[in-house]
């Protein structure tokens, strides 16, 4: 049974492999026997939660896994640390953060240091999902006092791991190293992009997957026509791009938003139909808009301190525009339904296609809700 750590963070294909090997007297032992036997179940059930997305139950066996692992081999062995990492990144899979995530994740990388030293190649992995959750902290400000502290500590980690990569001999270590903490909100993230899309088009060329999904994740930081134009100019590179198709969908869909904000119908129009035959179909039940403004709050509801909702049907067209809303139910009647109506009518979809042409859907519901709280 082999653990690593590859692919564990986003564009990071580097990490440890640690490979379990218990000694011939060690497999003498029952007691040692039965351990290794509930940990490999352990391990095998983390793997298969963690494929499903079932973070707790994923949780749960990484817990365990950890702590078996801690009794066969000791807190200072490979495993001990790739375990802890396991354990780190599943905690700290969910957007929100966590103080246990914290801890776990600073211990895998005390682990790993001491392993392997403060410059290896495999430092940089723990390092790196260690700043993804300070940033987190220091975003909702969990730190109270210790705010400050913590901020240095995130960066002093930030030049110890871009140090290592570049000093590395894998040239993925750095650019993988940038992406990833370019996500994060550091101050000098656009900068980090940039590098990572510069450094992963010397390495793979302009027109390898890698390379354009940095692009995106650049020209994020891009604003108005700038953005609209490096998202055109990386669609157009990754037309005929292996495994760039789910990218390509997400890049019409925000040239569609792009172009409705200045009110360019014809190519949002045209990027929403694109964007639909990229798509398998799916269920009109849970068909929801890409795109959509506020409701106006009336005024004499607003005076009045009257809240509600409205529930509307209508029909989603070709274009992906709305067509003959009408409200199916309202709380109270007849106060917000004109707001409700004249907000549905600028929503716009994806346009279901089938057989290769965009189809009309019809029997669509929407519900508008007016309230203080937003």
């Known amino acids: 049974m082999r653990f690593d750590l590859r692919d564990t963070l986003v564009g990071i294909a580097r990490g440890a492999v640690a490979t379990i090997a218990l000694s011939a ?6 007691d040692v026997l039965q351990l290794k036997k509930e940990f490999e179940d352990a391990f095998t059930q983390y793997q298969r939660f963690s494929s499903e997305g ?15 692992a801690e009794q066969i081999y000791g807190t200072d062995h490979a495993n001990s640390a790739v375990l802890s990492f396991n354990l780190a990144k599943t ?10 995530g914290l801890r776990v994740a600073e211990l895998a990388l005390a682990r790993y240091r001491d392993l392997f030293g403060d410059t290896a190649d495999d430092v940089v992995v723990p390092a790196t999902l260690v700043i993804q959750v300070l940033a987190k902290g220091l975003q909702v400000d969990v730190f109270g006092d210790e705010q400050t502290k913590r901020h240095r500590q995130m960066y002093v980690l930030v030049g110890f791991a871009e140090r290592i990569a570049k000093r590395s001999n894998d040239v993925t270590l750095l650019p993988n ?11 000098d993230s656009r900068r980090y992009s940039v ?15 890698r390379t354009l999904i940095a692009a995106m994740n650049a020209a994020s930081f891009k604003a108005g026509n700038a953005q609209t134009d490096a998202y055109e100019r990386i669609l157009r590179d990754g037309k ?5 198709s789910p990218y390509q969908f997400a890049l019409h869909q925000k040239l569609s938003i792009n172009y409705l904000e200045i009110g360019n119908e014809d190519k949002a129009t045209a990027h929403l139909q694109a964007a639909g035959l990229l798509t398998s ?17 009336p005024r004499r509801a607003l005076v009045r301190g009257i809240e509600g909702y409205v529930v509307l049907e209508f029909t989603v067209t070709r274009a992906g525009g709305v067509r003959d809303p009408k409200v199916i139910e309202a709380n109270p009647p007849k106060i917000f339904d004109q707001a409700a109506i004249d907000a549905v009518r600028q929503f716009r979809y994806i346009p279901r296609v089938v057989s290769g042409e965009p189809v009309e859907v019809t029997g669509v519901t929407n519900r508008i809700a007016f309230s203080f709280d937003g």
């Open 240 to 244: 005929d791009v292996e495994d760039f």
């Open 177 to 187: 190293f940038y992406q990833n903490i370019s996500k994060i909100g550091l101050r």
């Open 54 to 68: 079932d973070l707790p139950n994923a949780e749960r066996v990484a817990t365990l896994a950890l702590e078996l």
């Open 281 to 297: 179909g799916g269920d009109d039940a849970n068909y929801t808009p890409i795109y959509k403004r506020a409701a106006i709050y």
């Open 195 to 209: 590098e990572a899309e510069d450094l992963y088009e010397e390495i793979y060329g302009k027109n390898h997957v």
């Open 91 to 100: 905690l700290n899979a969910s957007q929100g953060f966590r103080w246990r």
């Open 25 to 30: 007297s060690a497999l003498e032992n029952g």
